[in-house]
């Protein structure tokens, strides 16, 4: 019994020490704060103006494309999560305009902003550093792409065209590359000194695949082969082709976003919340009593570790994250009242307490895993097909709620509750681990 006492003391300490790790204490920096969506924390709005002027209205769809995408990959290295970036088209018959449209949560400065950003897309090739190959698993953790790779001299300036083929035999997907005189001569250098070596190919400083040189190639012609799905191939032929000739961009307009709810949406939110946990709880307490406390304070764990993992994913916490979450908080109770009804059951069979408990939580186990499983489902749909950063945040802080609620249930309940050391059978012992406010005696 002192061990389940001493184990529940220990969860409950290291609960208390995740809530204060999650606290923000008003004016003073935090090593992990909360990241805080467009809509409650506002940002930057850049327009940058394409000059498309030298392709057709396809090609220039295609470009504009790919830009939006390399840009979102680099804005998100930087650690700006849920950017808003967006192509716009407008103009006139023959005299097509294309911009695109950059939204930054949580940068107000226009610098920074600009400077994320940064010049058009690079695309180079870059082979493994003698060495590397060696690095410890922990080593290749903390090690940067320059530790790893070195530059070979050649970039997208050398590259003439890629195109999507297919293996005439397996009929895989597979990407063609074709280089320009210069380029040509220098890859069948790379090729002939770097047999059996990854040749690694980087887009805007990441790396897009790394295929095999697999013999050296003197026609400037090479086929990058790799288990591609036929969109991932045709996405890595529009990354070549539009990363080697970037579309050439300006920036045509800056502005300062305020949030478009604000701090008073904010922190009516985080009130709904609080009135949210305390009724709940207080439900829990009037109606199991025990069983209900015990509930309760699992409630608080639970809301202590999702707020951990807000910080340390990080989650972007928009309007509509915030009401997901609020939304987990009656839902996390759900596995303990299963828990608790059939306790009462097996109670009004004639077990004893402790007897009781362990086969509530046995009992409860398939229904539970049951309703969490179609939730999660639910969520993992939702987050896949969302069209919008706010609805897939919604759908995150749904499914974490969700599993965390999981966890709490059958770790948190079952500890404490099991440490509480319930003994005896009489009516007063069976009304504060009942349910209701009549206690009914073993049959």
Not at 176 to 188: Q, W
Not at 328 to 352: H, P, Q, Y
Request: aromatic share 10%; hydrophobic share 50%; charged share 20%.
């Amino acid at each position: 019994m002192w061990k389940k006492r001493i184990s529940a003391l220990v969860l409950i300490a290291l609960a208390a020490a995740v809530g204060y790790f999650t606290y923000d204490k008003a004016g003073e920096d935090s090593r992990f704060p909360y990241r805080l969506g467009l809509d409650l924390s506002g940002g930057t709005h850049l327009v940058f103006d394409a000059d498309t002027s030298k392709l057709g209205e396809s090609e220039a769809k295609d470009a504009m494309q790919s830009l939006a995408d390399v840009v979102e990959r680099r804005v998100n290295l930087f650690g700006v999560s849920e950017p808003l970036v967006q192509v716009e088209t407008g103009g006139t018959v023959g005299n097509t305009v294309h911009r695109l449209i950059v939204e930054l949560p949580g940068v107000t400065d226009v610098k920074t902003a600009v400077d994320m950003i940064g010049k058009t897309p690079t695309l180079d090739f870059r082979l493994v550093k003698p060495g590397s190959e060696n690095l410890t698993d922990a080593e290749r953790l903390s090690a940067t792409y320059d530790d790893i790779f070195v530059t070979t001299g050649l970039t997208g300036r050398y590259l003439s065209r890629a195109r999507l083929e297919f293996d005439q035999t397996t009929y895989a997907p597979r990407v063609g590359i074709e280089f320009n005189k210069e380029g040509a001569d220098l890859f069948a250098k790379i090729t002939k000194e770097n047999v059996g070596k990854v040749l690694a190919i980087f887009l805007d400083g990441a790396p897009i695949s790394m295929p095999v040189i697999e013999s050296s190639i003197e026609s400037g012609q090479a086929v990058i082969n790799g288990s591609f799905k036929v969109e991932e191939a045709r996405s890595l032929v529009r990354d070549l082709n539009y990363g080697a000739l970037p579309v050439p961009v300006s920036l045509a307009s800056t502005q300062t976003v305020g949030a478009t709810l604000g701090k008073d949406a904010l922190e009516a939110s985080l009130f709904a919340g609080l009135i949210a946990f305390i009724a709940v709880s207080v439900f829990l307490v009037v109606w199991y009593r025990v069983p209900g406390l015990v509930a309760a304070l699992a409630l608080s764990i639970y809301v202590a570790l999702n707020l951990a993992l807000f910080k340390l994913i990080p989650v972007t916490l928009t309007a509509a994250g915030i009401a997901g979450f609020i939304l987990t908080l009656g839902m996390a109770v759900d596995a303990n009242i299963l828990i608790f009804e059939r306790m009462k059951e097996e109670l009004k069979k004639g077990l004893s307490l402790p007897d009781a408990i362990k086969e509530g939580f046995h009992r409860a186990w398939l229904s539970i895993r049951d309703s969490n499983l179609s939730s999660i489902i639910t969520a993992v749909i939702l987050y896949y097909f969302a069209s919008t950063p706010m609805i897939k945040g919604f759908a995150l802080v749904f499914g974490l709620g969700v599993v965390v609620s999981m966890f709490t249930a059958l770790t948190a309940s079952r500890t404490i509750l099991m440490a509480v050391g319930a003994k005896g059978d009489g009516a007063l012992a069976r009304f504060f681990f009942g349910s209701g406010f009549i206690a009914k005696k073993a049959n």
